[in-house]
């Protein structure tokens, strides 16, 4: 499979947790006073400060905005979720901590260090990074592409497997589309007891809605130049038998 993809890049971590920030509706506070959900509560500025409007009787709030300035007094924590119901729908967890300042009508949180989890394990993002990074730019539009994708096109979500290595699809039950984003898609291939996921990376990053669709045309086209796997012509027949 490996020759017929060009591209194989993915999103930094910086961005990537950029890209959390900016598609989060909700957002968990942990400090002195205890730990809060909120949620649009959050807006994230273009340096990567998170702005919040916490109601006036948030406990934690005061607690935070008392604590010393400059000093680690809070993390915010935030769940990147996926859109298609999936198992284990969490897809990555961001943590960053710091300390709260009072500007105008919000909460600035400073933060002084991030730390980024996926299903690879967990990286210490980097602050500089961070503040120049942008969010992937197809962030925002994920939720409604993969639902769209995984709800009305299931047949060529079920095309795109023919680019996955079969032993990868050995047991698979289901597959759904995971993730999105400016270098490539990944599946989640799901199995009686076990789950995996795929990336089929792009040829060329995709910046803009127009740009996806040529490349996902592109995927579907190699996928319809391969024969279909062993395993899913197994699962065809004891199904429609």
Do not use: K
Not at 55 to 73: F, K, Q
Not at 169 to 184: I, K, S, T, Y
């Amino acid at each position: 499979m490996g020759d017929r993809h060009s591209w194989t890049a993915a999103p930094a971590t910086a961005q990537r947790a950029r890209s959390v920030l900016a598609a989060a509706w909700s957002c968990a506070v942990t400090a002195e006073g205890g730990r809060e959900e909120f949620i649009g509560v959050h807006t994230v500025a273009e340096d990567g400060r998170v702005l919040l409007r916490l109601p006036d009787d948030s406990t934690l709030a005061a607690a935070a905005i008392c604590a010393p300035r400059g000093e680690p007094s809070a993390v915010l924590e935030f769940a990147d979720v996926a859109p298609v119901p999936v198992r284990n729908r969490i897809r990555a967890r961001l943590w960053m901590a710091g300390w709260f300042a009072a500007e105008e009508s919000h909460l600035a949180f400073h933060t002084t260090r991030a730390v980024l989890r996926d299903a690879t394990g967990a990286v210490v993002v980097d602050l500089d990074e961070f503040a120049v990074a942008e969010p992937d730019p197809l962030a925002l539009a994920e939720a409604q592409l993969l639902t769209h994708l995984a709800d009305a096109h299931s047949d060529a979500v079920e095309r795109l497997t023919r680019l996955v290595e079969p032993e990868s699809l050995h047991g698979a039950v289901r597959v759904q589309p995971l993730a999105v984003d400016r270098h490539g898609l990944t599946l989640r291939i799901e199995r009686a007891g076990s789950h995996g996921d795929v990336r089929l990376p792009f040829h060329r990053p995709a910046d803009d809605l127009g740009q996806l669709t040529e490349r996902m045309h592109v995927l579907l086209t190699q996928a319809s130049r391969t024969g279909c796997p062993r395993t899913l012509q197994r699962q065809h027949t004891e199904r429609d038998g």
